[in-house]
Nanobody, 120 residues
Framework: QVQLVESGGGLVQPGGSLRLSCAAS????????MGWYRQAPGKQRELVAT???????SYADSVKGRFTIARDNAKNTVYLQMNSLKPEDTAVYYC??????????????WGQGTQVTVSS
């Protein structure tokens, strides 16, 4: 079994910062790409940022220059540093990992989501 557990969400004022973390655990042979997605009420889930096993990154246009994705391979953890937050960043943020377990794979795993609310 593989689990992804997110943390770090919360309420922040516009212009503020938050750092999300997502730790993968369980029967993991190798972690390929990881990413962050978000879903606002009444909207479809959208890609926020991705990072490859070699740490190449990509971002949605709406967060470029404000968000930074990083990973710590030794800890099987991916981070999302979010600066200059805007009310439109309010959403549930989900972690995704393309993981090869000790078994058939790779498999896409998802975290349970963490709420980020940007409001004054």
């Amino acid at each position: 079994q593989v689990q992804l557990v997110e943390s770090g969400g919360g309420l922040v004022q516009p212009g503020g910062s938050l750092r999300l973390s997502c730790a993968a655990s369980g029967s993991i042979f190798k972690i390929n790409g990881m990413g962050w997605y978000r879903q606002a009420p009444g909207k479809q889930r959208e890609l926020v940022a991705t990072i490859t096993s070699g740490s190449s990154t990509s971002y949605a246009d709406s967060v470029k220059g404000r968000f930074t994705i990083a990973r710590d391979n030794a800890k099987n953890t991916v981070y999302l540093q979010m600066n200059s937050l805007k009310p439109e960043d309010t959403a549930v943020y989900y972690c995704n990992g393309n993981i090869i377990p000790y078994g058939p794979g790779p498999v896409d795993y998802w975290g349970q989501g963490t709420q980020v609310t940007v409001s004054s």
